[in-house]
């Protein structure tokens, strides 16, 4: 069965290191999306992505970046990760269509 | 900007029925979600309406859109234990296949 999953599922690292987290779509969707969820504000956008080669900022792209180099992956890193960077994130994506397939969540800590 | 609002928390006896609500600001907004997080997963696409409906209903989910005052609202009929869960209004424009989510309400269902 077709999937989107996502690793590692939980993540503690220290303040100034580089984090990439993983999300992997077997779908074959143009669309991938990165989301991050924190207690009094939903799901928050972070990137986005339409198609290969293709990335967008999202509402709080600040402190990271994505890379588009095939139809399938979608990775976030953090270049160098704080600790208001702590949250739990989440990848989806979609194909041409407005519904939205979400990944299981990563609960990332900055320490 | 695009701003999307829910209450907090709701709490229901088992049997009967949950009514969560969303307003939203965008008038442009085409198509509108709810969404439903259970505990340690991702979000999973319950409904959705198209901005001329008014109604939509889909077995024990009943939508209502009321496009002059932008409320949304999602009722649960005969609500059970296993609908304990967060449940996020969500919106998008015909523009972009981004989604711009509510903080998400807290369902609570009492045996």
């Known amino acids: 069965d077709a999937e989107i999953t996502q690793s590692p599922r939980h993540k503690i690292t220290e303040t100034g290191r580089q984090v990439t987290l993983a999300c992997h779509q077997t779908?074959?969707?143009?669309?991938m999306f990165w989301y991050r969820q924190d207690l009094g504000h939903g799901l928050r956008l972070i990137h986005y992505?339409?198609?290969?080669?293709?990335?967008n900022k999202g509402e709080v792209s600040d402190g990271y970046s994505v890379s588009r180099s095939n139809t399938e992956d979608l990775p976030l890193t953090l270049e160098s990760a704080a600790s208001s960077q702590t949250s739990v994130y989440f990848c989806?994506?979609?194909?041409?269509?407005?519904?939205?397939?979400f990944g299981p969540g990563t609960r990332l800590t900055v320490t | 900007g695009e701003d999307v609002e829910q209450s907090l928390f709701l709490s229901v006896r088992e049997g009967d029925s949950s009514v969560i609500n969303c307003t939203y600001t965008?008038?442009?907004?085409?198509?509108l979600y709810w969404y439903k997080q259970e505990p340690g997963a991702g979000l999973q696409l319950l409904t959705y309406i198209f901005s001329n409906m008014d109604m939509k209903q889909d077995q024990r989910l009943t939508v209502l859109l009321n496009k002059k005052d932008k409320h949304l609202s999602l009722r649960i009929a005969d609500t059970q234990t296993g609908d304990s869960a967060i449940y996020f209004c969500a919106e998008s424009t015909d523009s972009s296949y981004k989604l711009i989510f509510g903080s998400g309400t807290r369902l609570l269902v009492r045996p």
């Open positions: 992505s339409y198609g290969v080669h293709d990335t």
């Open positions: 779908w074959n969707h143009n669309n």
């Open positions: 965008d008038s442009s907004s085409t198509y």
């Open positions: 989806a994506s979609s194909h041409d269509t407005y519904e939205q397939y």
